[in-house]
């Protein structure tokens, strides 16, 4: 069996387990097509159909359900295998894995408090646009925003996250922007480039249909490909954008921000933020600290959001 066959076996795994390819895809990290086209090369190779492709989405075939468990089972039993061969890491180390955005507007802001508990260690933070295996890559944990993992992985909800249009004071007084209905008509307003493939994360078209805000032109205004330049952007008065709360929190807090239509305008993400690592990893005393701190960071910070009536 070549390794490529090992890989297009995980993607058969995960869509059976999910569903469908966009989920697979969410869970492993990568795009909807190369699950479609690992797939599709697993069928040529074992020359027959494992999926039915209709107008609904896949459905997979007789046979494709006949073995989804046995390799559900098998890739469980190799994390297991891998885990017992990294159990002997430095006790004093823990290398964590996160997208930069999370690092920069969640986790790096509460650093001090982490510190302030006496730790030592070796502390790493590791920003990658993809998901680390953290099985074979040299982390040992992750934080992800995402589906729950597969079986072969122990995750921990930290907290839910919310879109919502937000502004400066002084752009939504100059639009006379307000509680209530959202007029946008001739409002600049901010987009980004799908960044998620969070099925419920919402974009200007379909927040406006959500929310019955019609005759408005949502193709119009920019685009950015990271959240953090549209917030940027924004920051900067130069239009109304649909962020995360995670992305925006602390200048809403601060007040540079304001969500201008309160919140009822607000969406729920069907992704969660969640502490990720290998099933059955070993935990140092540092990691188990991190652990207990980082799972208190997010209880206080879900409190936030429910008190702002996002919940």
Same mark, same amino acid.
């Given at each position: 069996m070549k390794t490529s066959h090992l890989t297009a076996l995980r993607a058969l795994e995960a869509t059976l387990r999910t569903?469908?390819?966009? $989920?697979? +895809?969410?869970e492993l990290g990568v795009t909807a097509a190369a699950v479609g086209q690992q797939v599709s090369k697993l069928e040529d190779y074992v020359g027959q159909k494992l999926f039915l492709r209709t107008p609904q989405g896949v459905q997979p075939t007789e046979r494709a359900n006949q073995i989804g468990d046995r390799l559900t089972s098998?890739?469980?039993?190799? $994390?297991?295998?891998? +885990?017992?061969l990294k159990s002997q890491r430095p006790k004093n180390r823990l290398a964590i894995s996160m997208?930069?955005?999370? +690092?920069?507007?969640?986790?790096? !802001?509460?650093? $001090?408090?982490?510190?302030?508990?006496?730790?030592?260690?070796?502390?790493?933070?590791?920003?990658?646009?993809r998901f680390v295996n953290l099985y074979t890559d040299d982390f040992d944990l992750a934080i992800r925003f995402g589906p729950a993992p597969p079986a072969d992985h122990d995750d921990t909800f930290l907290f839910h996250e919310y879109v919502l249009p937000v502004c400066t004071p002084a752009f939504a007084k100059e639009h006379g922007l307000r509680d209530g209905k959202p007029d946008l008509k001739n409002v600049p307003i901010l987009h980004m480039y799908e960044w998620t493939v969070d099925p419920d994360w919402v974009d200007w078209q379909a927040w406006g249909k959500k929310f019955g805000v019609a005759n408005v032109e949502f193709k119009r205004g920019l685009r950015y490909t990271e959240m953090s330049f549209g917030l940027q952007? +924004?920051?900067?008065?130069?239009?109304? #954008?649909?962020?995360?709360?995670?992305?925006?929190? #602390?200048?809403?807090?601060?007040?540079?921000? #304001?969500? !201008?239509?309160?919140?009822?305008?607000?969406?729920?993400?069907?992704?969660?933020?969640?502490?990720?690592?290998?099933?059955?990893?070993?935990?140092?005393?540092?990691?188990?600290?991190?652990?207990?701190w980082i799972l208190e960071e997010?209880? #206080?910070?879900?409190?936030?959001?429910?008190?702002?009536g996002l919940a």
């Open positions: 569903g469908n390819f966009r $989920s697979a +895809a969410a098998g890739f469980l039993t190799i $994390s297991e295998a891998l +885990a017992g997208s930069q955005t999370t +690092a920069e507007k969640w986790l790096c !802001p509460r650093l $001090s408090n982490f510190y302030a508990l006496g730790i030592s260690g070796d502390f790493r933070i590791d920003t990658m646009d952007a +924004a920051l900067s008065g130069n239009g109304l #954008i649909l962020s995360g709360f995670t992305e925006a929190h #602390i200048a809403l807090m601060d007040g540079r921000l #304001i969500a !201008p239509f309160g919140s009822n305008f607000v969406t729920k993400a069907s992704f969660e933020y969640r502490l990720v690592c290998a099933k059955g990893h070993h935990k140092s005393n540092l990691q188990q600290t991190f652990e207990t997010a209880e #206080i910070f879900q409190s936030k959001m429910n008190e702002l």
